[in-house]
């Protein structure tokens, strides 16, 4: 069986990114000894959210990408909302487009997630 999760985070609200990283533990810890992946694809006004100026996230971030999560960062979004590449937080990656990138792990077989 498939545990895989993608989770969609595109609100500028840190609220709901903590809701996010909630739903990634409360995930992990209910699939004790099973193989799997979760990757958190941000676009639209979330990618604002993944900078190290939200120190507080970043930190709580960094555990989580510590212990697998994969964070995916929407190129067109960062461009959008004017957010500097070096200015995001250690770990994240930078795809081109966060919907494309949504598409393609549903393909592979991951399960969508939009706290």
Same mark, same amino acid.
């Given at each position: 069986?498939?545990?895989?999760?993608?989770?969609?985070?595109?609100?500028?609200?840190?609220?709901?990114?903590?809701?996010a990283?909630?739903?990634?533990a409360?995930?992990?810890?209910?699939?004790p000894?099973?193989?799997f992946?979760?990757?958190?694809?941000?676009?639209?006004? !979330?990618?604002?959210? $993944?900078?190290? +100026?939200?120190?507080? =996230?970043? @930190?709580?971030?960094?555990?989580?990408? *510590?212990?697998?999560?994969?964070?995916?960062?929407?190129?067109? !979004?960062?461009?959008? $909302?004017?957010? +500097?590449r070096?200015? =995001?937080? @250690?770990?994240?990656?930078?795809?081109? *487009?966060?919907?494309?990138e949504?598409?393609?792990?549903?393909?592979?077989?991951?399960?969508?997630?939009?706290?």
């Amino acid at each position: 069986m498939y545990y895989d999760l993608v989770i969609h985070v595109d609100d500028n609200d840190p609220a709901r990114l903590n809701l996010a990283f909630n739903n990634v533990a409360n995930y992990k810890a209910a699939l004790p000894g099973e193989d799997f992946r979760v990757v958190m694809v941000a676009n639209g006004p !979330a990618v604002q959210l $993944f900078t190290r +100026a939200n120190a507080a =996230l970043a @930190e709580r971030g960094a555990k989580l990408m *510590a212990e697998g999560l994969s964070i995916r960062l929407c190129n067109n !979004a960062l461009k959008s $909302f004017s957010v +500097a590449r070096e200015d =995001l937080w @250690e770990g994240c990656e930078v795809v081109p *487009a966060g919907v494309v990138e949504i598409v393609k792990l549903q393909r592979e077989g991951f399960a969508l997630l939009r706290p």
